[in-house]
């Protein structure tokens, strides 16, 4: 069993930065691939990036490409998401999973998720 709790999320302008951060349980933090999602209201969840258990790969969806970062830090079992040049269409609620593969994500488990609006 693999707990995820979310955070660093907010409100931020247009142009901006945020970080986010997605804190894992259990001592196998390393064995997962990590991913992150997104959901705005009214559209369905999808996929924003993965990376793989040793951190070496990772994959991005093409609507954040060059602007997000997916990172971890195993020593830590945290995941990051650190999001640069924000605009007001990533506005939703980002959710961190560990699962499995990276350019085809399969998720296992489930973070709360955390709010990120930007303003135009």
């Known amino acids: 069993q693999v707990q995820l709790v979310e955070s660093g999320g907010g409100l931020m302008q247009a142009g901006g930065s945020l970080r986010l951060s997605c804190a894992a349980s259990g001592r196998t933090f390393s064995s997962y691939a990590m991913g992150w999602f997104r959901q705005a209201p009214g559209k369905e969840r999808e996929f924003v990036s993965a990376?793989?258990?040793?951190?070496?790969?990772?994959y991005y969806a093409d609507s954040v490409k060059g602007r997000f970062t997916i990172s971890r830090d195993n020593a830590k079992n945290t995941v990051y998401l650190q999001m640069n040049s924000l605009k007001p269409e990533d506005t939703a609620v980002y959710y961190c999973?560990?699962?499995?593969?990276?350019?085809?994500?399969?998720?296992?488990?489930w973070g709360q998720g955390t709010q990120v609006t930007v303003s135009s």
């Open positions: 999973a560990a699962g499995y593969g990276v350019t085809m994500f399969r998720s296992e488990y």
């Open positions: 990376i793989s258990g040793g951190g070496g790969s990772t």
